[in-house]
């Protein structure tokens, strides 16, 4: 069953600018401490943040109890993420990506936020937090309600030609991809593994058709960093004016392992502004951080805006 709109917003109300979807329960068998103990592990965090301006730092751990998987949580599968110079040398690559992809997409785009999105987008609204940053490309916190927002890693919701730069809704390449390839989503399971960047564990791809750009016949990517890739240097500026507008940086759900998201807390830390983690596991940044809270973000995010 999910929980009311009490359980995240003081007010037992949310403002109306936040684009409010059904609020998901965490899973049966996700983290949850008791009240009181919640509490005790939240208590350093709140008197470090309280009266603070904050930068959030947000990674894959904020969207598994929307459904979505993270990449390093204890028994995730190893994987092996193509490189943008195999993308872009290799129509065999590209066909097996988008194979993938056209399976894959279909579980982040009907994930729904969860309370972890919407108390950092009403701690927003009431100008505690200055901006989010996220590693993540579901667009979950834009759908919850963040208006500054940095998608350092790009958006899972578009495409973008590598030639002429013409950007296109990834539903309507969906619709193109199935026209391509009939009965290509029916011969595959529901519950196939998939990445939370979309990525579908099938094999057997050399079949499936890629489509072009439309406009000049170039080469469609999802608009999202590959591995080995570079992020948008105008994202970079975007999030460190987040960070320097800031008093503080919270950081939830990341385990901080790639240098993209990393940098900005090591920026922070030069400073002296006070860092602190929530997150399930150890992190690249805690021997910079004032306090690592153990806890999940679902719970931890709604603490933090009932009590800032």
Partial sequence: M?????????????PQNLRIRNIQAPPADAARPDPDDLAAAMEPAVEILSGRSIAAITGAGVSTDSGLPDYRSPGSPPRNPMTIQQFMASESYRAHYWARNHIGWSRPVQALPN????????????????????????????????????????????????????????AALHEILTELNPGWSEKHVEDVEVAPDADAAITDTAD??????PRCGGILSTDVVFFGGRVDPANVVAAREIVTDSEAVLVAGSSLSVASALRFVREAAKTQVPIVII??????????????????TSRALPYLDRFL
Avoid at 2 to 14: C, R, T, V
Avoid at 208 to 213: S, Y
Avoid at 279 to 296: E, F, I, K, L, S
Wanted: net charge positive; charged share 20%; proline share 2%.
């Fill in 2 to 14: 999910a929980n009311s709109i009490e359980d995240y917003f003081p007010s037992g109300k949310a």
């Fill in 115 to 170: 309370a972890g999105h919407y108390a950092l987008a009403h701690l927003e609204h009431r100008g505690i937090v200055t901006g989010v940053i996220t590693q993540n490309v579901d667009m979950l916190h834009a759908v919850a309600g963040t208006e500054r927002l940095v998608n350092l890693h790009g958006r899972g919701d578009r495409v973008v030609c590598t030639q002429c730069g013409r950007y296109m809704d990834r």
């Fill in 208 to 213: 499936f058709r890629v489509a072009d750009c």
């Fill in 279 to 296: 997150n399930r596991g150890p992190t690249r940044g805690d021997q910079y951080a004032a306090v690592h809270v153990y806890v999940g």
